[in-house]
């Protein structure tokens, strides 16, 4: 699959995407990552390449100029391509909305700056996408989260390629708890059930470890469970 992620900051994305599972999954090409300088895209006056402008009808802040934003787009859109903006104003990223998009050929992501993106550049937008309802700096940390979670789900990017689909939410709830060696620490011993190796055993408890937990923590997820076999 391949990636570009458009923002005014392009060296954020290094680190995230140069370690682990993210690293090994961009040698093996199964992740082409590219990054796009919107300020590429601006109207030069002399060496300064404008890319912010005040709003209109006052308040405070800039706000991203539509020109280098669908300019920058259209660099990078082919007839392929999913155009994903990152705001806190678009529908709430789920497991389901990852997986879907890991099946994309092409993402390209816009990262919003300042006080958001002017309107009419959103006609390139396929989506708009929020990673959860609180407001970052910038949405390039929310396009890193967003290529993390999603290439999850690109089949040989785990090792292990049932991982995706056991870990949380892929069933509507938390996963089970894990416990490795040593068998004693500092008192708390290894729960029975997972020493003895009954498989069926192992399963049912660690559904109903995940559930309670859940019923605990997020009883709305319960509820959308329900819901969902009710369907
Ligand atoms: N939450 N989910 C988010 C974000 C920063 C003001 C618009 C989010 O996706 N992006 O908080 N982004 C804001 C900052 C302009 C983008």
Not at 6 to 34: Q, T
Request: charged residues 30%; glycine residues 8%; neutral net charge.
């Amino acid at each position: 699959m391949r990636v570009d992620i458009l923002s005014l900051f392009p060296d954020y994305f290094s680190g995230p995407f140069d370690v682990s599972i993210l690293k090994r999954a961009r040698e093996s090409k199964l992740l082409d990552i590219h990054l796009v300088d919107i300020r590429d895209f601006a109207p030069r006056k002399g060496n300064y390449a404008k890319v912010d402008d005040r709003p209109y009808g006052g308040g405070p802040g800039m706000v991203l100029m539509p020109e280098p934003v669908c300019q920058a787009i259209r660099s990078v859109k082919r007839e392929k391509s999913h155009v994903v903006y990152l705001s806190p104003q678009g529908k709430k990223l789920t497991a389901a909305k990852c997986q879907e998009l890991s099946q994309k050929q092409h993402l390209v992501l816009l990262c919003g700056h300042y006080e958001g993106v002017d309107e009419r550049a959103l006609k390139e937008v396929d989506e708009e996408i929020s990673i959860g309802d609180y407001v970052l700096t910038n949405g390039c940390l929310a396009a890193i989260v967003l290529v993390d979670a999603m290439a999850r789900f690109i089949p040989g990017v785990l090792g292990h390629e049932e991982a995706a689909g056991q870990d949380s939410f892929q069933e509507g709830i938390f996963d089970a708890p894990h416990y490795t060696r040593p068998e004693m620490f500092e008192g708390i011993p290894i729960p029975d059930v997972l020493k003895r190796g009954n498989h069926a055993e192992i399963a049912k408890w660690r559904r109903k470890q995940g559930l309670a937990k859940t019923k605990r923590v997020r009883p709305e997820l319960i509820l959308k469970e329900t819901e969902n076999e009710t369907e």
